[in-house]
């Protein structure tokens, strides 16, 4: 399950917020696409932390997030 733990609005694009949020997520699969979350569109910058394992991850410009620990890029749109 996602859940925002905080969010900071920064523009509108289109209909949506675009927002810099901390997120936290049950397991890395449920990390969001920019679009992912509900009326909103996540900006580089967000962070999220992955509570089964503890690692905390950051997402990049390209659209990826990236475990703020090892550096291993996860892409949402993978659907691993």
Not at 14 to 42: F, H, M, Y
Request: aromatic share 8%.
């Amino acid at each position: 399950m996602l859940t925002i733990l905080k969010e900071k609005f920064r523009s509108f694009d289109g209909e949506r917020s675009l927002v810099i949020a901390e997120l936290a997520v049950d397991v890395k699969t449920e990390l969001p696409q920019a679009n992912g979350v509900e009326g909103r569109i996540i900006s580089q910058g967000t962070i999220a932390w992955e509570i089964s394992t503890g690692d905390l991850y950051g997402f990049g410009g390209d659209g990826k997030w990236v475990n703020q620990a090892t550096g291993e890029a996860y892409d949402p749109t993978d659907g691993e």
